[in-house]
C-alpha cells in the first residue's frame, strides 16, 4: 500500500535528521516528491554566497545531457525560481503552456523545452532565499490541496535543514580555521621548545641562528630576523629570514658600517637597544627603509660583543612587552650557545696542547729509554733534535755548548741549506755577539723569532732562506748546560702548542741529561761493585779450599794426641784437648758451608728439567738417622727448569732445619708441597718446630747469623743464606711465615720448565 502524504512527510523528518550535508539533504528532497506526485523529474536551484545568482545544485529523472529550462543564472524575476523567492510564493503551471505564457522568454534563453506541468516551490530561512525546488510534469497536473500542503511543508523543512548544514559547514569551515591558527601557533610554540632545547646540546652557532630565527617568525609572523657577525670592520649577516627582499638580504649580507649608529649602541653597551622608529638611511641600510621598528640585542662572551640578533618590524610602533620578552629568550639562548663554544674552543686548544705534550714526551721517552741507560748524552740530544723536527715543518736543529769564548755545535740534524753557513756553524760562533744563543744562555728563558731577523747571529747573505727560529736553554739541575735550537725555513708563528711543544722535549731533555749523567755513575759503581763482589766470592772460595788442610792437619793430630797420650793428662788436659778437637771440627764445619755458599756462583751449572720428587726422596734418605720418631711427607712435585745439585742442597738445609729446631715433646712433622704459580712453581716446606718471631724474618738470611748458640742448636749461620742464594740465582723468591710455639713454612719459588 503505497504511503500516504503525512506519512511521507515523516520519513524525510527523519532522514533529515540522519544527514548534515547539503548533497545528501538534496537526495533527501527531490526522491519521496517525486513519487508521492508522480513527477517525471526535479531539479535543486541555490543561491550563491553573493545572494545573486542562482546554481544548479541537484537535478533528478532528466536524460542525461539533456537541455532543461533549470539553468545558472541571474536571481531575478525573469525566471521562475527568482520570481517565486522574491514572491515567496510557490508557482504551479497545470497546463500545458501555462508556464511559457507567464515566462515567455524561457525557451529561448534556456534551450530548453517546457514540461506540461510544473511547480516551483521557493525555500526561504530567516526571510532570507535559499533556493528553489522544481517538480515537473509530463502530463497536465491539478495540484490538490493536501499535495500544495505536501510541497510547502516540505519546502519549508528542506529549508530549514538546507540552512542547518549550511551552519554546520560553516561551523565546520570556522573549526578548521582555528584548528589550523592553533596548529600554527603549536608550531610555533614546538619551534621555540625545539630551539630551547637545541640550547643546551647546539654548539654550532650559525645552526642555532636559524632556529633563533625561524622562532622569532614564527612567534611573530610579522617580523624579520638576522644574526650578524663583526669582520674587517663590518657588521655581515650570516642567516636572515627568509622573508627578506633579496636586496635586503645583498646589503646586510655584504655588511653594515661597525659604526652605523644602532649598530653601535648595542654593540658598546652590551644591552638590548628597541627602536621604536627606525632610521634605514642613517644605519647604512638604505634598503631596509619599510622596518620602522628594530631591535637590536648584543650576545657578549668575556665581556666582549661577538655577534648581533636584530629583529625587525614594517610598522613604526612601540615593542610590547611579549615581544621584547621573547627576542631576549631567544638571544639569551644564542649567547649561551656562544658562550659554550667559546669553551669549546678553548678545551680543544688545552687539549691539543696537552696532546702536543704528550705525543712529545712519548716519543722522546721511547726514543731514549735505552739511550740513558747506556749514558750517552749527545745521542739523547740527537733523539730529541728527531723528536721536534718530525713535529715541526721542513728545517733543522742545533745544540750549542760554551767552550771559552766560541759556542760549539755539538750534535745537528738536518742540513743547514748553506755550505758557507755550515761552515761558520762549525768554526764556533763568538759568545756574546751571537743573540739566537745567547740570550737563552745568559736569561734561562726561551728566545722564539717569527721573523728572523738576517744577519743577527751570521752574514745576512747566509740565512736567506731561514724565517723563523725557537732558541731554548737546556739546564741539567739548575745549571745551563747548553742551547737547543730549531730553525725554519717556512714562515711560521710559534703557536702556544708549538712552545708546549719545544719547551717539554727540551725540559725532558734536560732531565735525561740528569739521568743519563747518573746512568752512567751507576754502571761504573755496578762494575766495581761486580768486580769486588767477584774478587770477595773468589776469595772465599780459595780461601775455604785452602783452610781444610791446615783445620784437617789440626784435628788428627788432637786426636793422635788424645789417643797416645791421653792418660798422661790430667783432668784440665784433657779439657783443654776436648776443646781443640771441637773447635778444629767446628771451623771444619764452618769452612765446608763457606765453600758450599761460594760454590753456588762459582759452580754454576745450565739449568734442566729436574723431578724434585725424586730429590726430595734422596735427601730424606740421607737425613734417615736424623729422623728417628720424626714424620716427614710430601705432596706430589713437579718437575722444573734448575741445577739439581742445588736444588738438592736447597732441600736438605731446609728439612734438616726443621728437623733440627723442634719443640721438646712434640714429634717433629715436616711437609712438603708445591703448587703452580703462573710461570713459577711455589714450593712450601712446613715445620712443627720452635718458630720464629717476625722481627728475625729478615735476619735468618743473612751468612754467619743466628738466632741461637751453639750449644743449643748447632749449626754455623750459612745454610739460610746458601738457601736464598740459590732461589734467588734461579730467579724465585724465598721468604717465610712463622708463629712462635707453633712452627715455620719456608716458600719459594722456581721457574716451571716450559711446554
Keep these: 500500500m503505497p504511503l500516504s502524504l503525512s506519512e511521507r512527510l515523516q520519513a524525510v523528518t527523519r532522514a533529515f535528521a540522519a544527514v548534515h550535508t547539503q548533497e545528501d539533504l538534496f537526495r533527501i528532497i527531490l526522491t519521496p516528491a517525486l513519487e508521492a506526485l508522480n513527477a517525471i523529474a526535479g531539479a535543486i536551484l541555490m543561491v550563491d554566497e553573493t545572494g545573486t545568482q542562482l546554481k544548479i545544485a541537484a537535478i533528478q529523472g532528466y536524460e542525461q545531457g539533456a537541455h532543461t529550462l533549470w539553468q545558472d543564472g541571474p536571481l531575478d524575476g525573469n525566471v521562475p525560481a527568482g520570481d517565486a523567492l522574491a514572491r515567496e510564493l510557490p508557482l504551479f503551471f497545470e497546463h500545458q503552456g501555462a508556464l511559457l505564457r507567464a515566462y515567455p522568454e524561457l525557451e529561448a534563453r534556456t534551450g530548453g523545452m517546457a514540461a506540461v506541468a510544473t511547480a516551483v516551490l521557493p525555500m526561504t530561512l530567516d526571510d532570507q532565499p535559499l533556493g528553489a525546488i522544481i517538480l515537473d510534469f509530463k502530463e497536465p497536473h491539478h495540484f490538490t490541496v493536501d499535495e500544495e500542503r505536501f510541497l510547502l511543508t516540505l519546502a519549508a523543512q528542506s529549508a530549514v535543514a538546507l540552512g542547518r548544514a549550511r551552519l554546520t559547514q560553516t561551523l565546520e569551515a570556522r573549526v578548521i580555521a582555528r584548528t589550523a591558527e592553533l596548529d600554527e601557533q603549536r608550531a610555533a610554540l614546538d619551534a621555540f621548545v625545539a630551539y630551547k632545547e637545541a640550547v643546551g646540546s647546539e654548539s654550532d652557532v650559525l645552526a642555532l641562528a636559524r632556529q633563533a630565527v625561524g622562532v622569532v617568525h614564527a612567534n611573530l609572523n610579522y617580523v624579520s630576523a638576522a644574526y650578524y657577525?663583526?669582520?674587517?670592520?663590518?657588521?655581515?649577516?650570516?642567516?636572515?629570514?627568509?622573508?627578506?627582499?633579496?636586496?635586503?638580504?645583498?646589503?646586510?649580507?655584504?655588511?653594515?658600517?661597525?659604526?652605523?649608529?644602532?649598530?653601535?649602541?648595542?654593540?658598546?653597551?652590551g644591552a638590548a637597544v628597541f627602536v621604536d622608529g627606525w632610521d634605514a638611511e642613517a644605519n647604512a641600510v638604505p634598503s631596509a627603509a619599510a622596518y620602522g621598528a628594530v631591535a637590536f640585542l648584543p650576545l657578549v662572551v668575556n665581556g666582549e660583543t661577538r655577534s648581533l640578533f636584530v629583529v625587525g618590524t614594517r610598522e613604526a610602533r612601540v615593542w610590547s612587552q611579549r615581544e621584547q620578552a621573547l627576542v631576549r629568550a631567544v638571544a639569551r639562548g644564542l649567547n649561551i650557545t656562544l658562550e659554550r663554544t667559546e669553551v669549546t674552543r678553548q678545551l680543544k686548544a688545552q687539549n691539543a696542547e696537552l696532546e702536543a705534550r704528550t705525543r712529545a714526551l712519548e716519543g722522546f721517552a721511547e726514543l731514549t729509554q735505552d739511550l740513558v741507560m747506556r749514558g750517552d748524552p749527545y745521542e739523547v740530544v740527537r733523539r730529541a733534535q728527531e723528536v721536534t723536527l718530525s713535529l715541526l715543518t721542513s728545517g733543522y736543529a742545533l745544540y750549542y755548548e760554551r767552550d771559552g769564548a766560541h759556542w760549539r755545535n755539538r750534535v745537528q740534524v738536518g742540513d743547514v741549506g748553506n755550505a758557507d753557513l755550515q761552515t761558520f756553524i762549525d768554526a764556533g760562533p763568538l759568545v756574546g755577539v751571537t743573540p739566537s744563543v745567547d740570550i737563552p744562555w745568559t736569561t734561562q728563558q726561551p728566545y722564539y723569532q717569527d721573523d728572523y731577523v738576517r744577519g743577527s747571529d751570521t752574514p745576512a747573505a747566509m740565512v736567506q732562506h731561514v724565517t723563523t727560529a725557537a732558541s731554548l736553554p737546556v739546564s741539567r739541575g739548575s745549571e745551563v748546560v747548553g742551547v737547543f735550537i730549531a730553525v725554519l725555513f717556512d714562515a711560521r708563528r710559534w703557536t702556544p702548542t708549538d712552545k708546549v711543544v719545544l719547551e717539554t722535549v727540551v725540559r725532558s731533555l734536560g732531565l735525561a741529561l740528569e739521568r743519563a749523567e747518573q746512568a752512567g755513575e751507576l754502571q761504573q759503581r755496578t762494575r766495581q761493585l761486580e768486580r769486588s763482589n767477584a774478587e770477595l766470592e773468589q776469595f772465599a772460595y780459595i780461601a775455604s779450599h785452602d783452610l781444610q788442610a791446615p783445620i784437617r792437619a789440626v784435628t788428627s793430630f788432637a786426636g793422635l794426641l788424645d789417643r797416645k797420650y791421653g792418660g798422661a793428662?790430667?783432668?784440665?788436659?784433657?779439657?783443654?784437648?776436648?776443646?781443640?778437637?771441637?773447635?778444629?771440627?767446628?771451623?771444619?764445619?764452618?769452612?765446608?758451608?763457606?765453600?758450599?755458599?761460594?760454590?753456588?756462583?762459582?759452580?754454576?751449572?745450565?739449568?734442566?728439567?729436574?723431578?724434585?720428587?725424586?730429590?726430595?726422596?734422596?735427601?730424606?734418605?740421607?737425613?734417615?738417622?736424623?729422623?728417628?720418631?720424626?714424620?716427614?711427607?710430601?705432596?706430589?712435585?713437579?718437575?722444573?727448569?734448575?741445577?739439581?745439585?742445588?736444588?738438592?742442597?736447597?732441600?736438605?738445609?731446609?728439612?734438616?732445619?726443621?728437623?733440627?729446631?723442634?719443640?721438646?715433646?712434640?714429634?717433629?712433622?715436616?711437609?712438603?708441597?708445591?703448587?703452580?704459580?703462573?710461570?713459577?712453581?711455589?714450593?712450601?716446606?712446613?715445620?712443627?718446630?720452635?718458630?720464629?718471631e717476625a722481627q728475625y724474618f729478615e735476619r735468618i738470611f743473612v751468612i754467619f747469623q743466628r738466632l741461637h748458640g751453639r750449644d743449643t742448636y748447632e749449626g754455623t749461620g750459612i745454610g739460610l743464606a746458601v738457601c736464598k742464594k740459590i732461589v734467588e740465582r734461579h730467579g724465585g723468591q724465598l721468604w717465610l711465615e712463622s708463629t712462635p710455639g707453633e712452627g715455620s713454612t719456608f716458600f719459594f719459588t722456581l721457574p716451571a720448565v716450559e711446554c
Excluded at 627568509?242 to 655588511?255: C, K, T, W
Excluded at 728417628?628 to 738445609?653: C, E, G
Design 229 to 269: 657577525e663583526l669582520e674587517d670592520g663590518l657588521w655581515k649577516a650570516r642567516v636572515w629570514s627568509d622573508d627578506l627582499r633579496p636586496e635586503v638580504a645583498a646589503e646586510i649580507q655584504a655588511g653594515v658600517p661597525q659604526d652605523a649608529p644602532d649598530f653601535s649602541e648595542a654593540a658598546r653597551s
Design 569 to 692: 793428662l790430667d783432668d784440665r788436659g784433657l779439657v783443654y784437648l776436648r776443646q781443640i778437637v771441637d773447635g778444629g771440627e767446628h771451623m771444619k764445619r764452618l769452612v765446608d758451608d763457606l765453600l758450599t755458599f761460594s760454590r753456588v756462583h762459582t759452580e754454576q751449572r745450565e739449568g734442566g728439567p729436574v723431578e724434585v720428587g725424586g730429590i726430595v726422596d734422596s735427601v730424606i734418605q740421607r737425613l734417615r738417622p736424623d729422623l728417628r720418631d720424626a714424620h716427614l711427607n710430601r705432596t706430589a712435585l713437579p718437575v722444573v727448569k734448575a741445577d739439581a745439585r742445588q736444588v738438592d742442597q736447597l732441600f736438605q738445609n731446609l728439612i734438616s732445619n726443621g728437623l733440627k729446631y723442634r719443640r721438646d715433646g712434640v714429634t717433629p712433622q715436616v711437609q712438603v708441597s708445591a703448587e703452580q704459580d703462573g710461570l713459577m712453581w711455589r714450593f712450601a716446606v712446613s715445620d712443627n718446630g720452635i718458630g720464629i
